[in-house]
């Protein structure tokens, strides 16, 4: 199958997350959703390693490999969704989602201290450009009524620091990247049902309703898992990595396709501003990385 037509897939997929997060929840606290998505998550990453014939841990590998491995499941999936979730849970899906896209920008500003990358004047100059274009959402209203949490926008801005986080310790990963994925969401997993006892989070777990089950299944399985090996075939299989790489950016604009159609919120003229803003600047941001090549 040609790269372009498995990036689409895995862009499509994707751009039902939002959707599919906003609908599961109005039958699934963050926590019931969370959990039950990490475990169908977890199943579907460790049988495509278990197909590709990969061990969990590597030959001659140390406990620093499986601290590694706990250290990124402690972001994603335990903290980066809990804190994702919570953000969907108080406000549009539409909000939610344009603050989540962030996480480029946010990525390149840790780069700095944490990779010892340079910033330069125009990459400090785009990040200034997406950083606008969260402050139109914020100050633009709420585009189905009422007022904006900003506690909300808070925990959406602090997913997008998790996030980053997780992809700075992914670079620093060897190996198969869906085993890597895999590992992490096996410690994600021991750190959330950890939580849910110390919390007593995990009453009702065994009388969920069953468009909460089957959305949490279809995240887990298109949101957090295979469609990440999807993804990553498509690199594998691309010449060169911008021939499927800029069509992520497509993926928030066919997100609010879905959100308006699907989820049926009135798509804010505030909420493409604010997205075209962030997508600009992240834009400008991959502008210059390439010419500083």
């Not at 100059?125 to 402050?135: T, Y």
């Not at 986080?165 to 096996?186: H, K, Q, V, Y």
Request: charged share 10%; aromatic share 12%.
């Amino acid at each position: 199958m040609k790269p372009r037509v498995l990036a689409l897939i895995a862009v499509v997929f994707w751009s039902t997350a939002a959707s599919a997060f906003k609908l599961t929840l109005r039958w699934l606290t963050p926590f019931q959703l969370v959990m039950l998505a990490s475990s169908v998550s977890t199943i579907a990453l460790w049988t495509i390693v278990l197909v590709r014939k990969k061990r969990c841990i590597e030959s001659g590998s140390s406990g620093r490999t499986i601290l590694k491995s706990a250290a990124r499941g402690l972001l994603n999936p335990f903290l980066y969704y809990l804190v994702l979730l919570e953000a969907y849970n108080g406000l549009p899906a539409q909000i939610a989602m344009v603050i989540n896209y962030l996480w480029p920008v946010v990525l390149m500003i840790l780069s700095a201290p944490l990779l010892a990358q340079r910033i330069t004047l125009k990459m400090a100059f785009a990040s200034g450009i997406s950083f606008c274009g969260i402050g139109v959402l914020a100050f633009g209203g709420n585009p189905i009524g009422g007022h904006l949490s900003f506690l909300a926008i808070g925990l959406a801005l602090v997913s997008t620091v998790i996030w980053a986080l997780f992809w700075i310790l992914n670079l620093r990963a060897s190996g198969d990247p869906a085993r890597n994925l895999a590992e992490s969401f096996i410690f994600g997993l021991i750190y959330i049902v950890l939580y849910g006892a110390v919390t007593g989070q995990f009453a009702g777990i065994m009388n969920l309703d069953y468009q909460g089950i089957i959305g949490s299944v279809y995240i887990g399985l298109f949101e957090m898992g295979i469609t990440f090996v999807i993804w990553q075939k498509a690199l594998e299989l691309s010449e060169t990595t911008s021939e499927v790489g800029n069509l992520i950016y497509l993926t928030p604009f066919i997100a609010l396709i879905f959100i308006g159609s699907v989820v049926g919120e009135k798509i804010g003229l505030w909420t493409v501003a604010g997205l075209l803003l962030v997508i600009g600047g992240i834009v400008l941001q991959s502008m210059d990385k390439t010419m500083n090549r």
